[in-house]
């Protein structure tokens, strides 16, 4: 469970926090929609989330576990987070490369890499294009 309580976060130059006294839960396995207008909020939220940003006040916790207490490799592993724009966040020559970059830097070894990213492109159905480039396209 993903708890959010009483948080705020404002910009250094905003002239109002994005997020004030704002409070959820999100309960494992459940699947949530956070929907609003440009601005209100959204992005900031996945990203206090994700660890990428701090509340100035408030808490959050994934399974009862204090995110401040934890690094971003910590949260990462708790916490999945996709970016806005894909294309800056894709960077590896092939999908393969890019299922497996997580793997290696987990400290699988080969041989774990190359078996858990097979599962994983077959999964998602991404086997027939694990040579191609991940933003689209085939090499």
Do not use: W
């Not at 724009?85 to 987990?106: I, K, S």
Request: charged content about 15%; some cysteine.
């Amino acid at each position: 469970m993903i708890k959010i309580e009483n948080i705020t976060y404002q910009y250094p130059r905003g002239a109002a926090p994005v997020l004030k006294d704002y409070s959820a839960c999100f309960a494992r396995g459940e699947i949530t929609a956070v929907s609003g207008g440009n601005g209100c909020g959204k992005t900031t939220l996945s990203k206090l989330v994700a660890g990428i940003l701090c509340p100035q006040q408030g808490r959050i916790s994934i399974e009862g576990q204090d995110i401040g207490d934890l690094n971003l490799f910590e949260i990462g592993r708790l916490v999945g987070y996709v970016f806005q724009n894909p294309a800056r966040q894709l960077f590896c020559e092939t999908v393969y490369h890019e299922v497996a970059f997580g793997l290696v830097n987990l400290g699988l070894d080969q041989e774990q890499v190359a078996r858990q990213t097979g599962h994983y492109l077959d999964y998602f159905g991404l086997s027939a294009y694990h040579g191609d480039y991940p933003g689209g396209g085939r090499h």
